[in-house]
T-cell receptor, first 116, second 115 residues
Framework: DTEVTQTPKHLVMGMTNKKSLKCEQH?????MYWYKQKAKKPPELMFV???????INESVPSRFSPECPNSSLLNLHLHALQPEDSALYLC???????????????FGPGTRLTVL | KQEVTQIPAALSVPEGENLVLNCSFT??????LQWFRQDPGKGLTSLLL?????REQTSGRLNASLDKSSGRSTLYIAASQPGDSATYLC??????????????FGTGTRLTIIP
């Protein structure tokens, strides 16, 4: 298995809803990432997990809550989002993330989120 | 703060032509540079990764070069095909202001190959 999968592909939610995005990889990668991409803009890093521990939080609002239950899974829990949070949410993984290790990142297909 | 720019923002060329996409970055202290393609509404597909110690990488009809000292990379596509139509993004991996490592993406070049 050489891919990153994301579910759901599309999600529409109200501002009071609670939902979760899921990302999975079975490549043995120990670093996983969440990115947010607005229309016609480049992806922006949100969170990085290294060996199932949160290592980077790019000042993301607390209405986004990441979780890494095991080395293959990465979740993004959503609560009380705003319409401006509508975007494509991309998950990525790489072999590992240690000092001096600079490996290729592989991306999933993304979840298109619309907040009403 | 690292800034990555891609010129042109959009490019249309007839099928069969060779073409070059450009990427420039402001801080040359990078670990690597990665080229991606993105189809509309889809995720990113990794094309080539160049480590900071390397000058170029090749994969099929694609060749990417890196001149770290001048802050530039190019992606050369030979014998272009309609299936090459997509947005091409470059991304540099470097130390962030907070001491972590992160990928910073360029603004992208939207490529259209005309049959």
């Amino acid at each position: 298995d050489t891919e990153v999968t994301q579910t759901p592909k599309h999600l529409v939610m109200g501002m009071t809803n609670k939902k979760s995005l899921k990302c999975e990889q079975h490549m043995g990668h120990r670093a996983m990432y969440w990115y947010k991409q607005k229309a016609k803009k480049p992806p922006e890093l949100m969170f990085v997990y290294s060996y199932e521990k949160l290592s980077i939080n790019e000042s993301v609002p607390s209405r986004f809550s990441p979780e890494c239950p095991n080395s293959s899974l990465l979740n993004l829990h959503l609560h009380a989002l705003q319409p401006e949070d509508s975007a494509l949410y991309l998950c990525a993984s790489s072999i590992r993330r240690l000092a001096g290790d600079h490996n290729e990142q592989f991306f999933g297909p993304g979840t298109r989120l619309t907040v009403l | 703060k690292q800034e990555v720019t891609q010129i042109p923002a959009a490019l249309s060329v007839p099928e069969g032509e060779n073409l070059v996409l450009n990427c420039s970055f402001t801080d040359s202290a990078i670990y690597n540079l990665q080229w991606f393609r993105q189809d509309p509404g889809k995720g990113l597909t990794s094309l080539l990764l160049i480590q900071s110690s390397q000058r170029e990488q090749t994969s099929g009809r694609l060749n990417a070069s890196l001149d770290k000292s001048s802050g530039r990379s190019t992606l050369y596509i030979a014998a272009s095909q309609p299936g090459d139509s997509a947005t091409y993004l470059c991304a540099v991996k470097a130390q962030s202001n907070f001491g972590n490592e992160k990928l910073t993406f360029g603004t992208g070049t939207r490529l259209t190959i005309i049959p």
